[in-house]
């Protein structure tokens, strides 16, 4: 398995294709915090990465159609005007009152600014998490399993033998190998766990 730089994504966007489904190692490396509707404004996106508004909007001007298909809009009008109004529901009226255009991100979208920016160290450990992340998610450990071929029979093969078994030995063998399975889950998540800590 190749390791990849986690650097290597700041430039590539066909390898930030691979992570764009990582969006939980945003709370991984911060709380990531955000408005109804599950989307996070250019200022709370400049103090999550710990970088000025100014930084932020230079990576989304230089990469506008990468975000906007990832989550990033630009609210106006009547999209404005509803957005406004689930702010206020929860008590706070004067939620972004005087404003009549408003640029908001998806999760996915945050996650993929992140990858883009370099001047930020959050943005760094977020990289290093993801790649990770990856390389657990992408271990494939085997598992030798019998295959029950027959039910009626009774029967079991394992390579090119075949087995006469009972129908309580039959049982014992399903259990047996789901609970094969479920254990190297729960190694792979360990193992997932332990290098975000690692990371940070």
Known sequence: MTTVNADALIEDRSLRERYSDMAEALDAVKELPALKG????????????E?????????????????????????????????????RSGGNKKAFHKINSLTVLKREAVLRLG??????????????????????????????????????TNTVRDGANVFDIGENL??????????????????????RQLLMERAR
């Open 51 to 87: 970088v000025s508004k100014p930084t932020v909007n230079r990576i989304i001007n230089e990469n506008k159609d990468e975000l906007s298909a990832a989550g990033l809009e630009i609210l106006e009008g009547e999209a404005l005007k509803r957005f406004k109004e689930a702010q």
């Open 170 to 191: 039959r049982e014992t063998i399903n259990n047996t190998i789901k609970f094969q399975h479920e254990t190297m889950q729960q190694q792979n998540e360990l193992i």
């Open 115 to 152: 990858m883009m920016l370099s001047e930020s160290e959050v943005a760094r450990e977020l990289r290093l998490q993801l790649v990770n992340g990856k390389e657990v998610a992408d271990v494939e450990v085997p598992v030798k399993t019998a295959i029950v071929d027959d039910r009626a």
């Open 38 to 49: 599950d989307v996070v404004t250019i200022n709370q996106l400049a103090e999550y990465y």
